[in-house]
């Protein structure tokens, strides 16, 4: 049984531009909530998907969107990025939008 | 708005000892989890706590969650270099379980062999 798979596991990209995360959730499971977690601190709650649509929203700007395919998986996208979006960008899973949070492996973004 | 804090920020063993980690919430919590995260990889999820009074163990892991549900203790017996790794409290940020997460800063643990 598959876990919750993220991909890039690294990227590098440059400020002012555009990047799209990936996240497939584990079987079963059909919420996926986005995380941002800085070096040294805690995640920090982005947004929620649950049946394609957007269901709760951190303290993040209008650049950080986002998109639940039919299958469950979903996209985190950033735009016009900025030297303070480097982090690792988790993403967890759970059957419902309560149950517990299962959260892949991140990915790692570095601005320059 | 809800904020966690965790003690200590660090904490260094020797393998065999036992250690306490804490967590206090600002507000009453009504979901509060723990998970093990290696450095720069993801979150691994060890237990869930609901109820005031609650205590679950898993293998030399035990959790508690005090009466008053402001406050989790996760309490590692006989430690290992196994145990090493950062330990973060999250808790659900409303008493609606919403599964918006927030979470401490975390505790590194270093487990000397």
């Known amino acids: 049984d598959a876990g919750v798979t993220q991909s890039p596991t690294h990227l590098i990209k440059t400020r002012g531009q555009q990047v799209t995360l990936r996240c497939s959730p584990k079987s079963g499971h059909d919420t996926v909530s986005w995380y941002q977690q800085a070096l040294g601190q805690g995640p920090q709650f982005i947004f929620q998907?649950?049946?394609?649509?957007?269901?709760q929203r951190g303290n993040f700007p209008d650049r950080f969107s986002g998109h639940q395919f039919p299958n469950y998986s979903s996209e985190l996208n950033v735009n016009a990025l900025l030297l303070g979006d480097s982090a690792l960008y988790l993403c967890?899973?759970?059957?419902?939008?309560?149950?517990?949070?299962?959260f892949g492996p991140g990915t790692r973004l570095l601005v320059l | 708005s809800q904020e966690l804090e965790q003690s200590p920020q660090s904490l260094i063993v020797q393998e065999g000892k036992n250690l306490t980690i804490n967590c206090t919430s600002s507000k009453t919590l009504y979901g509060l989890y723990w998970y093990k995260q290696k450095y720069g990889e993801g979150l691994i999820f060890l237990m869930m706590l609901q109820k005031g009074g609650e205590e679950k163990s898993h293998e030399k892991i035990t959790a508690k969650l005090d009466e008053k549900k402001q406050q989790s203790s996760l309490h590692i017996t006989a430690s290992q270099p196994s145990h090493a790794g950062i330990y973060l409290c999250g808790a659900d940020s409303s008493s609606g379980n919403t599964g918006k997460l927030i979470f401490g800063q975390g505790t590194t643990l270093q487990v000397k062999p």
């Open positions: 998907y649950y049946e394609e649509e957007e269901r």
């Open positions: 967890a899973s759970s059957r419902t939008l309560q149950e517990t949070q299962y």
